[in-house]
């Protein structure tokens, strides 16, 4: 019998400190060249290894072999300036400089295939390989060519199309598409977003993933988060959409945040990642409070849907506490699991 409770991590996990600086975001490389391709290389076998003591059922890179969970996708596009950058607003919360459109884009090479063709190699654990999703690129950037969001998510929706096939030739079992703006932009989202991530996803025979969270645990999210009020019900305007879409797995935020659990009953048969760790605090969750969550989410979601996670990618957090955070969520699982069995 297929195993309950598959545990993953949404994504990013810390990187080891002789590769990039830790505990920030956009951390810059240590090493170059063919030293840096190795380093990545280690960096990939050290975050499975610690994935697999941490009893996660199913693997993810780590993001080890990016810097960023979006910029590092576009640097491998052509049409795009990365030196003469803009300032813009990002989900409409923090100012950040950005490349900028400047051509018709393209996918000059792959960007991932080669790192998830050498952690198929180490595992034969099922892999989830994380890609942005069309609308979070549409808004971590500039356009100064399509003069259309729309537009230019339709051309980023095509070649993430192509690096998604690719990935999924290598032996990745579940593609994701990070879409925190889903969770800000509603109108868009249901005029064209929705559509756009369908096209992202055409013709792939694997599993397929939307993460949508409230994003990193940096200060401007923070910041943001405290004006939501005490129910977050964002979730409630997009889920309709995701419910009749082909999309398989929806990977959220539910721990320590404000949404109401009864929201899931609106994505009722997708598969649901339910975010039990929240990586905005150091705090390590207990075995016990993560099993609490997972009972909460049980009550709307199938418990052959559902898959015990993080609230988002733990890139920023501290190695050891990541770690020992990836722990409880097994042991969490765990908990349900036996309660299950008796
Ligand atoms: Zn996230």
Redo the contacts with the bound molecule.
């Keep these: 019998m297929k195993k309950l409770l598959p545990t993953s991590t ?1 994504g990013s996990l810390p990187k080891p400190t002789w590769l990039a600086p830790p505990e920030k975001l956009w951390s810059p490389w240590k090493l170059e060249g063919n030293q840096l391709l190795e380093g990545k290389q280690d960096a990939l076998r050290v975050s499975l290894q610690e994935q697999q003591l941490a009893g996660l059922d199913i693997i993810s890179d780590g993001e080890q072999t990016r810097q960023h969970f979006v910029t590092t996708f576009i640097e491998y596009l052509s049409g795009v300036d990365f030196k003469n950058r803009k300032t813009v607003k990002i989900r409409n919360r923090y100012e950040a400089s950005v490349p900028v459109v400047v051509d018709k884009i393209a996918r000059k090479k792959a960007v991932f295939v080669e790192d998830a063709k050498f952690l198929r190699k180490q595992t034969n654990q099922l892999i989830k390989w994380a890609l942005p999703g069309p609308m979070t690129m549409v808004d971590t950037l500039y356009d100064d060519h399509y003069k259309s969001q729309e537009k230019l998510a339709w051309e980023f929706a095509k070649v993430l199309n192509e690096e998604a096939r690719e990935l999924q030739d290598a032996g990745v079992d579940i593609i994701q598409f ?1 879409e ?1 703006a889903f969770n800000v932009f509603f109108d868009d989202v249901n005029d064209w977003g929705m559509q756009v991530l369908e096209r992202a996803i055409e013709g792939l025979h694997c599993q397929t993933a939307i ?1 949508i ?1 409230y ?2 645990g940096i200060k401007a999210n923070n910041d943001w988060k405290k004006t939501l009020g005490s129910e977050w019900r964002q979730y409630e305007e997009i889920f309709p959409k995701i419910q009749k879409s082909n999309i398989d797995i929806v990977s959220l ?1 539910c721990h320590n945040s404000h949404v109401p659990f009864n929201l899931l009953e609106l994505i009722r048969g997708k598969k649901v990642m339910v975010g039990a760790i929240d990586v905005a605090t150091n705090t390590i969750e207990t075995p016990e409070e993560v099993a609490a969550t997972l009972r909460k989410a049980l009550e709307f979601v199938d418990i052959k849907n559902l898959y015990p996670c993080t ?3 733990m890139a920023p957090l501290p190695r050891n506490i990541a770690n020992a955070k990836l722990s409880a969520l097994s042991a969490g699982a765990e908990i349900i699991r036996k309660e299950l069995a008796l």
């Design positions: 949404v990070d925190p993460h969270c994003g990193y935020e609230n988002c990618g």
